[in-house]
């Protein structure tokens, strides 16, 4: 069964383009050219993954990224987004609403295919059968892909879930930002530091047991990265 994308811009030339490219790739392509239409369809059709384009008519694409993360039926729904500004703030404020990738226009269709491919493919991860990671109160599921505090489930977002599971599987263990960009996106990805900075801070907001006071569970390293508390840190 074929997997399918959203495409949401509205310059029909690029939503040609990356349609194009990614149905010779495989995947089953719908459109949208505005927000109310691409969260109109992103609730209908139930997409593998949404390409959504920051300058959009009206709702544009941080708005759309907020109301997708809000909406339970697709939060955990993994975003690229495509946008022609070059500042790192604008790409930040992306990533910190939820977004899994960026890439910034004009862009290469075959590196649309290539990112397209490989944040699926870390969503649909070869894991472990029944595998849990339990940290204190946190069990994370890898098979379900599911998070919970004690008994209330934590939405995370693919990109999240997946930095969360390679620090929770190496309590104490130092990763640089450069080989958490590597081991997400298992890719030639050409990113910043920030890029992690952004997702931990989401991380941290969901998952500590206080997230306006000192992390308990994702450390900062100085000098070189993150890490997760050792066990008998989070235990006490």
């Known amino acids: 069964m074929k997997r399918t994308i959203l495409v949401v811009d509205d310059e029909p030339g690029i939503v040609k383009i990356a349609r194009d490219y990614l149905e010779r790739a495989g ?33 544009d694409g941080l708005d759309v990224t907020r109301a997708l993360r809000q909406d339970p039926l697709t939060a955990g729904v993994p975003i690229i987004m495509l946008t022609a500004r070059v500042e790192e703030t604008d790409r930040l404020i992306g990533l910190e609403l939820g ?15 290539a990112r397209v491919r490989a944040v699926l493919r870390r969503i649909e991860g070869h894991l472990q059968p029944t595998k849990v990671i339990q940290a204190g109160r946190l069990t994370i ?10 008994n209330e489930i934590i939405e995370l977002t693919a990109t999240e879930f997946e930095l969360l599971t390679i620090l929770a599987s190496a309590p104490g263990r130092p990763f640089t930002r450069a080989q958490l960009l590597d081991r997400i996106y298992n ?25 306006n006071g000192p992390p308990r569970l994702i450390l900062t390293v100085y000098g070189v990265g993150y890490k997760f508390a050792e066990p008998d840190a989070y235990n006490q």
């Open 99 to 113: 977004a899994d990738d960026y890439i910034t226009k004009p862009f290469s269709p075959r590196e649309l295919v």
């Open 27 to 59: 995947f089953h392509v719908i459109s949208a050219g505005d927000g109310p239409s691409a969260l109109r369809l992103a609730r209908q059709e139930h997409p593998s993954l949404i390409v959504l384009d920051l300058m959009l008519p009206g709702m």
């Open 141 to 150: 599921d890898l098979e379900r892909r599911i998070v919970r505090r004690d």
């Open 187 to 211: 890719t030639n990805y050409i990113g910043f530091d920030r890029t992690i900075d952004a997702h931990i801070k989401n991380l941290r907001r969901k998952i500590e047991p206080d997230p």
